[in-house]
């Protein structure tokens, strides 16, 4: 006999004021950003939705629950990505303001205003061709290998993983070269959700700025320009919006996850901190970051058009509700209801799921693949300098990010010479 179906919860306005047993969980500071996952068993305890805190004064709630972080990011009925009336209770000096407050692109709007920033975003990344692509992240990659390599020593992420995607985008883009400086400390310094973090996205948008103003006036045969052109007509501030977004949430993660893979594939179980006798590939170090420790780890955020009721919690209008990719990530799976979501290996959220998932999935992953492989081909021998216990991972609520990955291998001017003939 089969069981009748379990009825869902209603989700009706609570009747009073929201209270809560449980004191908000720090997702920042440098015990977030070295132990993560100890923070998110804490929430678990709270039930599928926990309290949490991202910056001083600044509280939120965090989805950790695989399904119920499903629910949230499909459901356009029930939540808003317009931030607005949240932030009106922020103040303005808020290091978290530049990741969260709102503008007008793709991240922050929906319905017909969202389509219309998300056609033109779409439409302008399918012009990066994959054979394309891929060659000029290998000419990049050794480029920079080649200016480290002669040492026998190096940081993979300074000198390597930080570098190369900037060196792609700023090129796609048009981005000129003595800019690319700026625009890297720009999207770190806003990501870090520190006390800079307001100067650094604006500095960012400067050298947007500059760049839209260059190429209404002379167009060129860059990224940048069909954006411009194309027929969604965005003003100039929207355009800078939009390059602004593409770039904050493509430089910084491409490097986290390029950064992370590299350290699964030297420190995982029978590596020795080495890449000597190393099976992991580097699809399957990126497979491992994605589910594990995704390189947007916390963020989705969205905001209750009304009082409701979600997954048992009681919600207000306009309140803060984030997703933790990482906490729902690492959640048993059998406990996902829905066998859509979970078959096959991108049953992970870390590109994020409903109608504002990752435009950027398949470039990202051919980025962050080549790189891997161009570096372990060329240095075969590379092996981590210190213990994997004394990295420093850069602290933020929304990403995790080794700070450094300092490494020694063979010089490259030392192997000997192939043999003619």
Known sequence: ?????????????PSGPVTSPYEPVELYGPGFAADPHSRYHRLRSQGPVGRIRIAPGVDALLVTDYQAAIDLLRDTDTFTK??????????????????????????????AVHARYREAINDTLALLEPHVLRADVARAAQELIGAFSAAGTGDLIAQYARRLPLHVFTTCFGVARQDRERLLGGVMGMMESAENAAAAYADLVGVITDLVARRRAEPARDLTSYLL?????????????????????????????IGIALLRMLSGPGHAHSLRGGAMTAQEAIDEVLWRD???????????????????????????????????????????????????????????TGPHRCPAKQPALLMAATAIEQLTSQLCDLELSVDPAELVWRPGPFHRAPAHLPVRFTPLGAHPAPAAG
């Not at 089969?2 to 009706?12: K, L």
């Not at 290091?95 to 709102?102: E, K, T």
């Open 294 to 352: 995704p390189p947007i780890a916390n963020l989705g955020a969205h905001y209750p058009r009304h009082d409701t009721e979600f997954h048992g919690v009681q919600l207000r209008a306009g309140q803060l509700v984030l997703v933790s990719f990482a906490a729902a990530n690492t959640q048993s799976l059998p406990a996902v209801s829905d066998p859509a979501v979970r078959s096959g290996d991108g049953a992970h959220l870390a590109w994020s």
């Open 1 to 13: 006999m089969t069981p009748p179906p379990v009825p869902r919860t209603p989700r009706t306005a």
């Open 229 to 257: 052109a194309h027929p969604a007509a965005l003003d100039d501030d929207e355009a800078v919006r939009q390059i602004t977004l593409i770039m904050s949430a493509g430089h910084d993660p491409t490097t986290n996850l």
């Open 82 to 111: 317009d931030p607005r009336a949240w932030q009106a209770g922020v103040p303005a000096n808020s290091p978290v303001l530049p990741v969260l407050g709102h503008r007008p692109t793709a991240l922050f709007t929906d319905g």
